[in-house]
Each structure stands twice: as C-alpha cells, then as structure tokens.
C-alpha cells in the first residue's frame, strides 16, 4: 500500500505544508491521511490529495477561517463560502480606510482645531422613529459610561443611531443633510439627554437642527431648545454587526410572533445580566421553515435561545406588521429587521444552553 501512497514528508515537501501543519490539519479533520500505519502512526496520503493540500495552502493565505476550509475541501457549498470570505475581506479594508480616516481628521483637527461644529438637519418624525427603534437597548450599568447614551454617527447622507448593552444593539438610519465629508467618530448622548430631546419632539413634522460637538450636544426646533455635555468616551466598534451572513432568513408576522414568545415555553438560566435569573426563549426551524417557540430543540434543528424580556423588548421597538429575522446559528447574533426600513434593526447576543 505505501508504494501508491505519499509518506508525511513527501506531501509536506510538495506542498510546502510542514509536517506538523499536516498533523494539525488531520486532528482538526481538515486533510486526514488515507492511511495510518497501526504499528508506528505514521501517516500515508493519496496523490489526489496533493491538490488538496496545495489548495489548503492558497486557502490559509487568504487567511480563511479552519470551518470554512474544511467546507471547501469537502466540496460543501465551496462558491458561497468563498463569496462570503471576500466579502468580509472587501468589508475589513473599508472598516480599514474609514479607520484611517478618521486618524487623518482627529490629527489635522489636534494641530488645527476647527472653529465651527458640523450641524446637520433631520425631520422631527424620522428622528422620533430613529429614537423609539434604538432606545431599549441602552446600557443601564453606571460603571459602562461609554454606553449609557445613544450614539449619533453622520455617516455621508444619513444620521446613524446606534446602543448597546452588550447583550443586544440597536441601529436606526434617517436622512441628513449637512454631514462633514469626512468620517467623524460621532457623539454619544446620554441617557437623559436622548429622552429629554424625544420629548419635545413635536407631533407635527418640522426641521430639527443637531450640533455635535466635541463635548456638547444642542437640538434646536423652531419652538424649542435642548442643550448638554457628552462624555469623551469612545464607543465600541459596531460595523462588524451590521453584517451578519445568516444562513435563515424567515418573514413572518410580529403580532403572531410576540404572541408565540409570550406564551411559550421558557427555560430559567442563572445567567443574566447583573446576575439574575434569565428566562430563556428558544426559537427553532422547522423542516417546512416555519419559526416556533421550544424549551428543548432537537440537536439538528436550527435554533437560537435568546433572553425573553430582551427578544419582547425588540419586538416591541420594530413595530412593524412584517418582521425579518435572520438566524445563523446557535452561537450567532439573531438580526430582527423591518423590511420597509432598510439601516434599521436590532441584533441579540445568544445565550449558549448547557448540554
């Protein structure tokens, strides 16, 4: 048998994988041997699997993840899993650029400070939405002063509101106008700020003019005026979020679904936040694609178990009668869209369940 096979070294010398990589890749079940020898463990490999190893050497060049290598070389839905891989490439270099700009602008404004603060002007109605769709997932926590507050991102032709208490964020896109043409890092406002200015937001639409300074934060409507300071604290990164490759997509009702969680079977975890006890709602996939609400999933179902009060939270915020849900797994943020409003949505941290 050996003669028709590659020894280790022989496939690490034409691939120009090392001998130890070749032993990595076969306990990891990426590129097992064809063959071990039962007396000494030495490992044998078709010529056919050459190629493979080679592949796998042009696969971990472009720094594609070890799941995502073995799907390849399995043959397992290989062009969408490479779309998927350039994609987060092409992603990474923008999130790079905007990065890099946004060192640009902080230095040149360090060695020329500006003597004006961008305003830009938003219509009351789409602010008021933007706030309602973002405001439940702001972090309570007094010791996490960067996230008690609401981000204000100008991003180009739109305002982005984005909070988080690391368990979940909201995002909610509205048109602007006035925005700088370069990218700036935005401004978090607080809490009480965010719910003071929702409040004297009229009913009737009308102009609102936001000043986002440095250290101050000031709405203006024609009948009102709201002012205050902002903490000099960076937020957390959030692109990454906003692109999630699910593998379910399912539409359905948010009436039948907000029913569905508050009627159904929970599980209680000591895991909360802060510590306290969590109720825990388990949404599974059916076989015909249909969205249920289980306490025990069976293993090959796709599912996700979420924070019930968190999910209801969300549910309530969308408001829409058309819900998007996009599941990825058991591991995977769950994104809940409103299809008639693209940029807006929120996404939930999963909770792992014991085995």
């Given at each position: 048998?050996?003669?028709?096979?590659?020894?280790?070294?022989?496939?690490?010398?034409?691939?120009?994988?090392?001998?130890?990589?070749?032993?990595y890749y076969d306990g990891a079940e990426v590129l097992t041997p064809a063959?071990?020898?039962?007396?000494?463990?030495?490992?044998?490999?078709?010529?056919?699997?050459?190629?493979?190893?080679?592949?796998?050497?042009?696969?971990?060049?472009?720094?594609?993840?070890?799941?995502?290598?073995?799907?390849?070389?399995?043959?397992?839905?290989?062009?969408?899993?490479?779309?998927?891989?350039?994609?987060?490439?092409?992603?990474?270099?923008?999130?790079?650029?905007?990065?890099?700009?946004?060192?640009?602008?902080?230095?040149?404004?360090?060695?020329?400070?500006?003597?004006?603060?961008?305003?830009?002007?938003?219509?009351?109605?789409?602010?008021?939405?933007?706030?309602?769709?973002?405001?439940?997932?702001?972090?309570?926590?007094?010791?996490?002063?960067?996230?008690?507050?609401?981000?204000?991102?100008?991003?180009?032709?739109?305002?982005?509101?984005?909070?988080?208490?690391?368990?979940?964020?909201?995002?909610?896109?509205?048109?602007?106008?006035?925005?700088?043409?370069?990218?700036?890092?935005?401004?978090?406002?607080?809490?009480?700020?965010?719910?003071?200015?929702?409040?004297?937001?009229?009913?009737?639409?009308?102009?609102?003019?936001?000043?986002?300074?440095?250290?101050?934060?000031?709405?203006?409507?024609?009948?009102?005026?709201?002012?205050?300071?902002?903490?000099?604290?960076?937020?957390?990164?959030?692109?990454?979020?906003?692109?999630?490759?699910?593998?379910?997509?399912?539409?359905?009702?948010?009436?039948?679904?907000?029913?569905?969680?508050?009627?159904?079977?929970?599980?209680?975890?000591?895991?909360?936040?802060?510590?306290?006890?969590?109720?825990?709602?388990?949404?599974?996939?059916?076989?015909d694609g249909h969205l249920t609400v289980t306490a025990d999933p069976t293993?090959?179902?796709?599912?996700?178990?979420?924070?019930?009060?968190?999910?209801?939270?969300?549910?309530?915020?969308?408001?829409?009668?058309?819900?998007?849900?996009?599941?990825?797994?058991?591991?995977?943020?769950?994104?809940?869209?409103?299809?008639?409003?693209?940029?807006?949505?929120?996404?939930?941290?999963?909770?792992?369940?014991?085995?």
């Amino acid at each position: 048998m050996e003669s028709e096979l590659h020894s280790i070294g022989e496939l690490a010398r034409a691939s120009g994988l090392g001998v130890g990589t070749l032993r990595y890749y076969d306990g990891a079940e990426v590129l097992t041997p064809a063959w071990v020898d039962p007396q000494t463990g030495y490992r044998w490999y078709r010529p056919a699997q050459l190629a493979d190893a080679r592949l796998l050497v042009r696969l971990r060049r472009v720094g594609l993840p070890l799941a995502d290598i073995r799907a390849v070389l399995s043959g397992h839905q290989a062009e969408r899993v490479l779309d998927a891989h350039l994609r987060r490439l092409e992603d990474g270099l923008a999130d790079a650029r905007r990065e890099l700009s946004l060192i640009r602008t902080t230095i040149e404004q360090r060695e020329h400070p500006m003597t004006t603060t961008p305003r830009l002007t938003v219509r009351s109605d789409g602010l008021a939405a933007a706030l309602d769709a973002v405001r439940f997932a702001v972090c309570k926590d007094p010791d996490q002063p960067a996230l008690t507050g609401v981000l204000f991102e100008p991003d180009g032709p739109v305002l982005r509101l984005v909070a988080t208490d690391r368990y979940r964020m909201a995002f909610a896109e509205l048109p602007a106008t006035g925005a700088p043409q370069h990218p700036t890092p935005g401004t978090t406002v607080p809490t009480a700020l965010v719910d003071a200015l929702r409040a004297l937001l009229p009913a009737a639409p009308t102009e609102v003019v936001l000043t986002l300074g440095a250290d101050t934060f000031r709405a203006e409507t024609p009948d009102h005026r709201i002012e205050g300071t902002v903490p000099a604290t960076d937020y957390p990164d959030h692109r990454a979020l906003t692109r999630l490759a699910p593998q379910h997509s399912v539409t359905l009702p948010t009436t039948a679904l907000r029913t569905a969680v508050e009627t159904g079977a929970t599980r209680t975890l000591p895991s909360g936040p802060q510590g306290a006890d969590c109720q825990v709602t388990v949404l599974t996939l059916t076989e015909d694609g249909h969205l249920t609400v289980t306490a025990d999933p069976t293993p090959d179902a796709p599912h996700i178990a979420l924070n019930r009060d968190f999910l209801l939270d969300a549910l309530r915020a969308a408001h829409p009668e058309q819900l998007l849900l996009e599941l990825g797994g058991p591991i995977t943020p769950l994104a809940i869209r409103t299809p008639a409003r693209t940029g807006t949505f929120s996404v939930l941290m999963p909770i792992r369940l014991p085995t």
